[in-house]
């Protein structure tokens, strides 16, 4: 298995990840032998996840994103949904996190939303990535190429970028995590 043995942080907010694109990069994970760590800020015990714009099921945290090294995980996934990673990026510790994970050259991955804390860490300059549409200027403006594919693995910077549009879009975002991570 491609993933077998390898740690892989999960960073999402208190609320506001949307579920699915937390869960089937999860199993992803777990399917292919790795162990997936689910990181969140401050002080959070559990994260509200959402089904759009219906709140969905809760999962508990393992660590706060404070408390973690960037040196026990070999990759990180950034779930969406809109709240998500606009609180995210408004974390000085997250994004520390992802920034320090993307300087480290260790493959990130990121669905839907959720550049938007790599546009805030600023880690893009010269990358090529596709994300839910409405980022397209926020990507562009932070130096990125966006394009519209199902999902961009970009090996052009440190370490390997994987970025996706939307739900619909996971089958092929967690095969790129499995083959890339």
Same mark, same amino acid.
């Given at each position: 298995?491609?993933?077998?043995?390898?740690?892989?942080?999960?960073?999402?907010?208190?609320?506001?990840?949307?579920?699915?694109?937390?869960?089937?990069?999860?199993?992803?994970?777990?399917?292919?032998?790795?162990?997936?760590?689910?990181?969140?800020?401050?002080?959070?015990?559990?994260?509200?996840?959402?089904?759009?714009?219906?709140?969905?099921?809760?999962?508990?945290?393992?660590?706060? =994103?404070?408390?973690?090294? #960037?040196? +026990?995980?070999? !990759?990180?996934?950034?779930?969406?949904?809109?709240?998500? @990673? %606009?609180? $995210?990026?408004?974390?000085?510790?997250?994004?520390?996190?992802?920034?320090?994970?993307?300087?480290?050259?260790?493959?990130?991955?990121?669905?839907?939303?959720?550049?938007?804390?790599?546009?805030?860490?600023?880690?893009?300059?010269?990358?090529?990535?596709?994300?839910?549409?409405?980022?397209?200027?926020?990507?562009?403006?932070?130096?990125?190429?966006? =394009?519209?594919?199902?999902? #961009?693995? +970009?090996?052009? !910077?440190?370490?390997?970028?994987?970025?996706?549009?939307? @739900? %619909?879009? $996971?089958?092929?975002?967690?095969?790129?995590?499995?083959?890339?991570?």
């Amino acid at each position: 298995m491609a993933l077998n043995g390898k740690k892989i942080a999960f960073l999402v907010a208190p609320e506001g990840v949307e579920q699915v694109e937390l869960t089937e990069p999860w199993q992803a994970v777990r399917d292919g032998g790795g162990s997936p760590v689910l990181l969140s800020t401050g002080d959070a015990r559990t994260v509200q996840a959402f089904n759009h714009l219906d709140k969905a099921d809760t999962f508990d945290v393992d660590l706060p =994103v404070g408390r973690a090294g #960037v040196e +026990d995980y070999d !990759g990180l996934v950034l779930p969406g949904g809109v709240a998500n @990673p %606009d609180q $995210l990026r408004t974390d000085d510790e997250a994004v520390a996190f992802v920034r320090a994970f993307v300087e480290a050259g260790k493959p990130v991955a990121a669905v839907c939303h959720a550049p938007w804390t790599l546009v805030e860490a600023g880690v893009l300059s010269g990358r090529t990535l596709t994300s839910w549409p409405s980022l397209q200027t926020d990507v562009r403006n932070a130096g990125a190429t966006w =394009v519209d594919e199902e999902v #961009v693995v +970009d090996r052009s !910077g440190p370490g390997p970028l994987i970025t996706s549009r939307r @739900p %619909d879009d $996971l089958p092929a975002f967690a095969q790129a995590i499995s083959a890339t991570f």
